[in-house]
């Protein structure tokens, strides 16, 4: 796999030879990425494979017209042609008036923040495998168990570059390592299956398999015979694995290419207080080690540190070049890349801050409820606001986790949830988009 430098080498290759083909503008970035994986099931090794990619993306802007395409083909005759084609289509293309290259005064200059992405640990197949067994036995072994679907363990390193006419260029290397484990529990009619797993960008970071595979072990059992739920309004928690999704849809509420589509249901609510005053979710591109850790966005500008929601009310919109062209906004450093097409835009590691009471006591007084483990469908819709999901998880009897409940719906709107929304104090920064268990109340259910 080619290394940050060579990629960013190619990168800036690319760019100068689109403006010999005729570019006013071009953009290039590299992508390159290696894994490799071993999975087990009921103890035996079940499948090795290691993956390599590499792909370069090329945009450019002839006046106000402007073209996109990509490439797996590294070879200078390869970015020759890619170069010409590119060009080509841009001359083809219609005007644009917000598409762009940002400003040199917006662009990440400096050192910036030494993030750690990379441990540099490359684990062997026979450790890979014997993490992977060490997860599936641990999830075998929670009493309640009666199948497998596998454990597993794997190692990733990527490479991104960008080089822009601007003068922007940059590269970074990083790397990820992930245990998992997924299992079956009861018999028949009342198999349920659920799975647990992690992923840090430090092998050192994860904890012991062991306690992913007891942790999907637990999670299976606990699905077992579940049953429906009287419909009505009732308090809904959420686990944390599933109520990320909650912030996700905020987040892409506010992303500032929505907001030009008018395509969002925060418009008009900027100024609104949105939840709680005592809510705060938060924005670290800079945290070490993290998941979604970056310096600069994917049009080369700076990623900082800030707040998305203090006080209950959101600090805007989160730009790209164009969005911030056409609502006259500032760059946010919210641009995100794949390897071809236009920016998008996408957030760094976020958080929405614990609370104060633990997940016992924010359930304590509720005397009939529902503890949302699982989601199911695509019932959003962030033009409207309105939220409607199929569920699973447990009833909340007396302050009590009870019964497993399934093949129930639950509705609302978002501006509803986000004002009833009450953390507890269970946080952990292991996601990139992490949120501690909470409660929203009022929330319609439908079972029988």
Known sequence: MIGPDTALARCQDLIQLARKMGADEADAVARASASESVGVRLGALEEVERSESEEIGLRVFVGRRSASISTSDFAPEGLKLLAERAVEMARLAPEDPYGGLAPADALFSGDGVDLDLHDGVDPSPEELREAALAAEDAARGVAGVTNSNGGSASASRSVFALAATNGFARGYSGGSHTFSASVVAGE?????????????????????????????????????????????????????????????????????????????????????????????????????????????????????PRDLVSNGRIFGWLTNVASAAQLDLSLTGHASRGGGGSPGVAAGNISLAAGEASVAELIADIEDGLFVTDLFGQGVNLVTGDYSRGASGLRIRNGELAEPVAEITIAGTLPEMFRALVPASDLELVRGLDVPTFRIDGMFVAGQ
């Open 188 to 304: 028949g009619a009342d198999k349920q299956t659920d799975y647990a797993y992690r992923t840090q960008r430090h092998r050192s970071d994860l904890p012991d398999p062991a306690g992913i595979g007891q942790e999907a072990g637990e999670r299976a059992v606990r699905k077992v015979r579940p049953v429906s739920i009287p419909s009505g309004k009732m308090p809904v928690v959420f686990d944390p694995r599933v109520g990320g999704g909650i912030i996700g849809h905020l987040l892409g509420a506010m992303s500032a290419p929505s907001i030009a589509r008018k395509a969002s249901f925060l418009i008009g609510r900027e100024d609104e207080q949105l939840f709680d005053s005592a809510i705060r979710i938060a924005e670290d591109p800079q945290r070490l080690r993290g998941l979604r850790s970056r310096n600069y966005d994917g049009e080369g500008v700076a990623s900082v």
